[in-house]
Structures are given as structure tokens and as C-alpha cells.
């Protein structure tokens, strides 16, 4: 019995199912110069996504966009972003200046948009007002008397004190003297001080009434000390009183008129009050600054002066030049990067540091607006993560260095004043990373309530080929590539749905189409065209696959030379071609390999040689055990399966996984047992379920072109070719060269939906059907099998007879 060639005319492929060409018909334009700008692809359930973000301003709500690199998501972010805030207001400006009352604390001014600036000029010009104003108010004749006076007043009343203490000790009989060690009281004997010789020559009364005096005059001393000290305090607060009075006179009205005109602003005022205060409380200094800057004129050498940085206005952020919201993407996000750093400078061999050397992060610059970070940098700098999720928690802006953080270091340094944090992060990453901080961070979904899912492809229709051209055209035109012809828009959609693995779908890998149409530009360079035509784009796949072809072209150079042992024509029992794809960086390839099936007698054991020497993945092992239910289920279910099979590889020297490998293997097996020989010009590819459907697998333009490959180098006989699942009949996009080799039927594939059509093919034997008594139709492949099965069973029943007959 032979099968029918109209059965197997039906499971053939037409050349029009191989490859879905995209007609220039539907365009409407000739060249993408006439196309209208698409910064993104549509991406409809992500863009959804990032407006709710964008729309929903409660905390917690930011997004992590996630998808594979180079799937547009930072575009797509960029562009939506770029419209939205648009309609924000320019947030606030940030700028530290000094906190007067405690100065390792700093203070941080919220200032309106554009105020900062303005605000730093005027306090440095209020500073050279101040310090020309007031060496000139101190200087002043009226100063300098009123100054006298007070010295005069206050070092007259010391003298009046001591003055009278020393009458009070000459009428007692004692002298005052001033010695190195301070005042002392001398007893007096007939107008003479009296040694100590004599004091002690004297009665014991006498000297008890000099020690009364004495102990009186001392006290009084005491007294007349003390008052002297509040003398001097008096002094002092008179002379601040006067400086401060000299100060308001000469800068009073500087600094009033800087005040007027920040009413509306009272952290600018309260910071003006205090800096009116300061500067009186250093009249002294500020003026010796003021000389040290006359007499070294040279611009910037003064600028590290303590007490002229003590007054300056640190502006960290400014939007002066800002229209809208800002968008902010860190590329560098570390700690510091992100939360700002206090930077230090040298001086007198020491490190310094003050207001002045507070820098902003992302964090500061994004305020209110929106903050695109990549997930993966951000994980990877050291404490990052956790300043962002601290600062986001917190809604405020610490900066802190990582040693404060950490309690690695505990010398005094600045804590600056939190700042307000207003801000929506967006979150670039891979899904695997995504899932990873879901399962492993119970922060993360706190802090990321929403996600954009980026799919890998789109759906391949008229409109989204349209669409499609637009977004190359832009592509093009943000190179500043040459503009691609309307047959060169063809071919690179043709291209896309091949990169997404399916004739219904365009790949959403953004990253690929930009460097596949650069290749493609310097080509049409190089050949003097003014467009990219479908020429150029075919030219610069063609290099892609060459330069990735190394292993590809040695895997194939070892089969023709005998190393590898793959037949492409014959027949043999229990070997068949098997299909695999290897991946090397972002380039894959398929190549056949031979897959052998032994049989003898046993159990019904089907052992897969891969698995035992643990070079076969859980999934292919998966797919081996199947296959042995499958065998099980169809014929065995009146008689035990009387063998042992052995499944492998040949000349596999690294791991096998998938199970797209199964119904080669199957096909082997049954082939082993049946004996009857299965074609050698015919591969498979296919996985298979326990009820003998033929199921999808992945990479089957890879795999079809790799076994044609093979073909090809030894010559095209007209018989060989490949069997798929009819599922993957819509992913087809094969190369042209297959496609010519099946329209001339010198190369077939075909799509089969059950195990038994692909055996019907490999042996050209109809499958059979049992009758009702369980019996195949004589001539049959399921007859033979049956047969061969029935004879294992015989057998082994026959040796257990025998050994129950032995042991008895």
C-alpha cells in the first residue's frame, strides 16, 4: 500500500505560504520624505498605562515600564512625556544659603521659577554695598567719637573704683600694689610696709586685727573686680548696640529695600532679618575682608574667603529658562547622582566644606516633574536603590553622603535641609528584572503601583504597515540617513516580521530596525544612490547573516565532510533528522541532527539517553515522556509493551532542551520497532501531545533554512524537504532562495496536524485504521507495528513460562 499523492499534494506548501510579501500598492507615497513624523510605535496597553501615571498624582503611583532592550520604551516614554508637561507649571527654584543660628544646618529657599537667580545677584550685589558701606560709616568722624566716648566713659569708672578701694586700704593702714600675679593688700607700720620679718615679730593680736582688715579689703577687691567685668560687659553691649545702630544706618536701607521687594516671599524675609543681624554681629570682620580684597584686587582670589562665602546664595536649581515641568533622564543614577552630594575643598591641608558646595542630584532636577531612570544602572551603583525608595518615602529630599548613611564616618559635616520631593519615576527595565523586585522587594510595589508592559511585536495589517513606513521614515530622519524608496519600506517590514518570528506580527525591536537601516545607508552610499532601496536593505541582512555565519558555516563544512553524520538521502530504520536552533548573541540558525531509536526486549521502558547522562533539559525529558504515553496509549492497551528503547542525539556534545524534538523521536521509535525504514531526504520539527497532535514549536524559518542549507551544498535532488506543524505555517517568512527552490519542486515542506500524516510521509506507508476487532488494515504501517509488538509480547512471555517452569 502506497500513499496517495493527492494526500500528500494536500500537506504540501504552497510557494504563496512560505513568505507574505508586503505590497508597495497599499503606501500611497514613493519615497518616507513624504511621510509624516512618528517618534514611537503604538504600543496601546502601554501608553495606556503611563497616562494613568502621569494622571493620577496620589503617592506611590510611579510606573516601571518593562520590555526588552531596544523596544522603544525610553521613545515612547520621552514622547508622551514631552506633550504632558507641557500643560505643567514650571515647579519651583532650590537654593541653600546659610543658617545664620546653626551653620552645619543650611537652609533650603523653595523660590518661585526664576527667582533664584535673581536672588543670588541681588545678595552679591547687596554684599559689595555692604562691605563698601560700612568701612566707610565705621571710619566716620561721628563713629570714632561716639566710639571715644564710650571708652572714655567706661575706662574712667574702673579707675574711680580702684581709686576709692585704694583710700579705703591707706585708711586702714594697708598699701594696694600691683604685682605680676595681680592686686595684693601690704600692712603699713609707721608710714612703712612692713617685711615679712617684722609681721611676725608682731603680737598675736596685733596680726589677728591686720588679717580682719585684710580678709575686708579683699572681699571689697573682689567686688570691685566683678564690677569691673560688668563694666566691660556693659562696654561691649554698648558698642554692639552702637554698631549695630551704624550698621542699620549705613546698610539698614540696603537691605530694607531688598526685603520690600521679597515681601511676598517670608523665607526670604526671616532670612534677611537674621542676615541684618549677622552682619552686625561681624562689622569687624567683614571690614578686615573688605581691606583684604582692596589690597589683593585680583578677580576670584578672594572667593574662598570664610566670611564672603557666608553670605552667598547657593542656586541648585534654576528655572529661569524653563517653560514647563521638567523631564529628567539620569544616565549615571548613583547615590550622589541622585540625591545630591556635598562636595569639599582644600585648604591648609584639611578639607573643607560649606553651603555653598551643596550640588543637586537627578532628584532635585526632576522636581516637580518626572524622573526616567534604567532600572538595572539604578541596582547596580551601590545604595541607589535605597536612596530612591528613602527619598520617595519619605517625599523629601535628603542629602546625605554614604558614609553619614552608613555611620562610617562621624566628623561633624553638613546636614542641609530637607527639600519637598514632588516628583513621578519612570522605571526602564527588562520583565525579568520586574518580576525579580516584585517577588523579592516588599518596597517595590508599594513605591510602583503601576506598570507598561512593551509588547515585543505588533499586529501586521495594512493600517500598522502604514504606520510602520511612518516610524522608519523617522527613524531615518533622526540619523540623518538617506529617506528609503517605497520598495525599501517593503523590504524592511518583510525584514520585521522575520525578526518577530511571525508573517502576522512586525518586531517592536526599535534598536534593530535603526542599525539595520544605518548598514543599509552607508550601503546605498557606497553604491551612489540617493535612497535606500529594497536593494540595499536585502544587502544589509545579507551582511548581518554573513558576519554572524562563522560557527554556522563550520557546522555545516563538518556534515559535508563526513565529521557529523547527516543523511540527506536513503532511507534507514530508527534514524531520522531532527531540527534545533542555536542562538549566538542576537543572531540564530537552525542545523539538522541525527536522532536514533534501538529496540530489544523489556519492559515497556523508553529511556532517554540524554536525560541520563544529564545532558537533556527537564522540558526534553518532559517531551520523551510523552512520547512514551502516546506509545502506550495506542498499542498497548490490549497487550504490554514488551520492549526497551534507547533515544539519543548523535554526536551531541553539549546540552539538548525543548521539546520540539519529539515527534522526530517518535517517529524514530515507532520506525525501530515497525522496521520500516523512514526517508533520509526528509526532516522533522514538531513537539507532540499524548494524543498524537502535532504542536507549535519556535524558530522554524531558522530550522527549515538549515536543513535547506545542507540540502543545497549537496545538491538538490528534488525529493528532500522539511515537516512542520501546520500551526507554524503562519509564522513562515523563509528566505527568497527557499522559496525559488519550492516553486521549482526541487525542495518541499509540509505541514502536518498529526504524528500519523508525518509518518505517512517519511515511509509512504498509509497509518491504517483498527477495525473493530482491533486489527490494521494488512500492509499498513500500524499493521507492521502491531505485529512486531504482538511478537515482542509473544516472546516474553514465552521466557516467563519458561523461567516459571525452571523454578519450579
Request: aromatic fraction near 6%.
Amino acid at each position: 500500500m502506497i500513499v496517495a499523492a493527492s494526500k500528500k499534494a494536500r500537506l504540501e506548501l504552497e510557494p504563496e505560504a512560505l513568505y507574505r510579501h508586503c505590497s508597495t500598492q497599499t503606501f500611497g507615497f514613493k519615497t518616507t520624505t513624504e511621510l509624516s513624523s512618528l517618534p514611537s510605535l503604538t504600543q496601546t496597553r502601554a501608553t495606556k498605562a503611563l497616562r494613568s501615571a502621569m494622571g493620577i498624582k496620589h503617592k506611590g503611583f510611579n510606573l516601571y515600564a518593562l520590555g526588552p532592550v531596544g523596544s522603544g520604551k525610553r521613545s515612547l516614554v520621552e514622547t508622551e512625556l514631552s506633550e504632558h508637561v507641557k500643560h505643567l507649571p514650571v515647579p519651583f527654584d532650590l537654593c541653600y544659603v546659610n543658617n545664620f543660628r546653626e551653620v552645619k544646618t543650611p537652609q533650603a529657599l523653595c523660590l518661585p521659577a526664576g527667582e533664584a537667580l535673581k536672588f543670588k545677584e541681588i545678595m552679591e550685589q547687596l554684599l559689595d554695598e555692604v562691605m563698601s558701606a560700612l568701612p566707610a560709616a565705621f571710619e566716620s568722624d561721628d563713629y570714632q567719637a561716639r566710639r571715644q566716648a564710650l571708652d572714655n566713659e567706661f575706662s574712667a569708672k574702673p579707675n574711680e573704683d580702684f581709686a576709692s578701694l585704694e583710700k579705703e586700704a591707706e585708711a586702714k593702714s594697708f598699701k594696694m600694689l600691683s604685682t605680676p600675679v595681680g592686686i595684693v593688700f601690704a600692712p603699713i607700720v609707721e608710714g612703712k610696709v612692713i617685711s615679712p620679718d617684722a609681721y611676725s615679730s608682731l603680737t598675736k593680736e596685733k596680726q589677728e586685727t591686720i588679717q580682719a582688715e585684710l580678709k575686708g579689703l579683699q572681699e571689697n577687691l573682689q567686688k570691685v573686680l566683678r564690677q569691673v567685668s560688668n563694666y566691660k560687659r556693659e562696654l561691649e553691649q554698648q558698642i554692639r548696640e552702637l554698631n549695630r545702630e551704624i550698621t542699620d544706618y549705613a546698610v539698614g536701607h540696603l537691605i530694607k529695600d531688598v526685603r520690600g521687594s521679597y515681601q511676598a516671599v517670608p523665607v526670604i524675609v526671616q532670612f534677611l532679618d537674621a542676615l541684618e543681624l549677622d552682619i552686625a554681629e561681624h562689622t569687624a570682620d567683614i571690614i578686615k575682608a573688605y581691606e583684604a580684597k582692596a589690597a589683593t584686587p585680583i578677580a576670584g582670589i578672594n572667593d574662598n574667603v570664610p566670611l564672603l562665602r557666608r553670605y552667598k546664595v547657593n542656586v541648585l536649581i534654576d528655572h529661569s529658562k524653563t517653560k514647563h515641568a521638567p523631564v529628567v533622564f539620569e544616565d549615571n543614577p548613583s547615590y550622589e547622582n541622585l540625591v545630591g552630594r556635598i562636595e569639599h575643598i582644600a585648604q591648609m591641608g584639611t578639607l573643607v566644606t560649606d553651603f555653598n558646595l551643596i550640588r543637586a542630584g537627578a532628584l532635585h532636577k526632576a522636581n516637580g516633574g518626572y524622573l526616567l531612570l534604567d532600572a538595572r544602572k539604578v541596582l547596580q551603583q551601590a545604595y541607589a536603590w535605597e536612596g530612591l525608595k528613602r527619598a520617595l518615602k519619605a517625599e523629601s529630599i535628603r542629602i546625605e553622603s554614604l558614609g553619614q548613611v552608613l555611620s562610617l564616618v562621624s566628623t561633624v559635616s553638613l546636614e542641609p535641609e530637607p527639600v519637598p520631593l514632588n516628583v513621578k519615576v519612570i522605571l526602564l527595565g527588562d520583565r525579568l528584572l520586574y518580576y525579580l523586585l516584585c517577588a523579592y522587594d516588599p518596597e517595590f510595589e508599594e513605591l510602583f503601583k503601576l506598570s507598561a508592559d512593551f509588547d515585543d511585536e505588533i499586529e501586521r495589517t495594512p493600517e500598522s504597515q502604514q504606520t510602520y513606513a511612518q516610524f522608519l521614515a523617522t527613524l531615518a530622519n533622526q540619523a540623518n540617513l538617506r529617506p528609503l524608496d517605497a520598495q525599501g519600506v517593503a523590504r524592511a517590514i518583510e525584514h520585521s516580521s522575520r525578526l518577530a518570528g511571525d508573517a502576522q506580527k512586525l518586531s517592536a525591536h526599535v534598536s534593530d530596525l535603526a542599525d539595520l537601516l544605518t548598514e543599509a545607508d552607508f550601503i546605498a552610499e557606497q553604491a551612489g544612490q540617493a535612497l535606500i532601496s529594497a536593494d540595499s536593505i536585502q544587502a544589509a541582512i545579507s551582511a548581518q547573516f554573513e558576519r554572524a555565519g562563522r560557527l554556522r558555516e563550520r557546522i555545516l563544512e563538518s556534515t559535508l565532510r563526513g565529521t557529523r553524520l547527516i543523511a540527506t538521502e536513503g532511507q534507514a530504520i530508527g534514524q531520522i533528522n531532527g531540527l534545533s536552533v542555536m542562538q549566538l548573541g542576537k543572531h540564530y540558525f537552525g542545523q539538522a541532527s541525527r536522532i536514533t531509536a534501538r529496540v530489544r526486549l523489556g519492559k515497556g521502558e523508553v529511556i532517554d539517553i540524554e536525560r541520563e547522562v544529564e545532558m537533556g533539559g527537564p522540558i526534553h525529558s518532559k517531551g520523551v515522556m510523552i512520547l512514551s504515553s502516546y506509545l502506550g496509549a495506542h498499542y498497548a492497551d490490549k497487550q504490554p509493551l514488551s520492549l526497551k528503547a534507547n533515544l539519543v542525539f548523535e554526536q551531541s556534545y553539549a546540552g539538548v532542551e525543548g521539546d520540539s524534538a519529539s515527534c522526530a523521536e517518535l517517529c524514530a521509535l515507532v520506525s525501530a520497532i515497525a522496521q520500516v525504514p523512514l526517508k533520509q531526504s526528509l526532516a522533522i520539527t514538531g513537539s507532540i501531545n499524548q494524543y498524537g497532535q502535532v504542536q507549535a514549536i519556535g524558530g522554524v524559518n531558522e530550522k527549515i533554512e538549515g536543513f535547506f542549507d545542507l540540502c543545497k551544498a549537496r545538491a538538490l535532488s528534488g525529493d528532500q524537504g522539511v515537516i512542520i506543524p501546520v500551526a507554524n505555517v503562519q509564522h513562515l517568512m523563509l528566505r527568497q532562495d527557499v522559496v525559488t527552490a519550492v516553486k521549482e519542486n526541487r525542495f518541499h515542506i509540509y505541514a502536518v496536524s498529526t504524528i500519523n500524516e508525518a509518518l505517512e510521509l517519511f515511509t509512504d506507508l498509509p497509518m491504517g485504521k483498527a477495525d473493530a476487532q482491533g486489527n490494521y488494515p494488512t500492509g499498513s504501517f500500524n499493521a507492521l507495528l502491531s505485529k512486531q509488538l504482538a511478537e515482542f509480547s509473544k516472546i516474553q512471555l514465552e521466557l516467563s513460562k519458561q523461567a516459571h517452569n525452571e523454578s519450579s
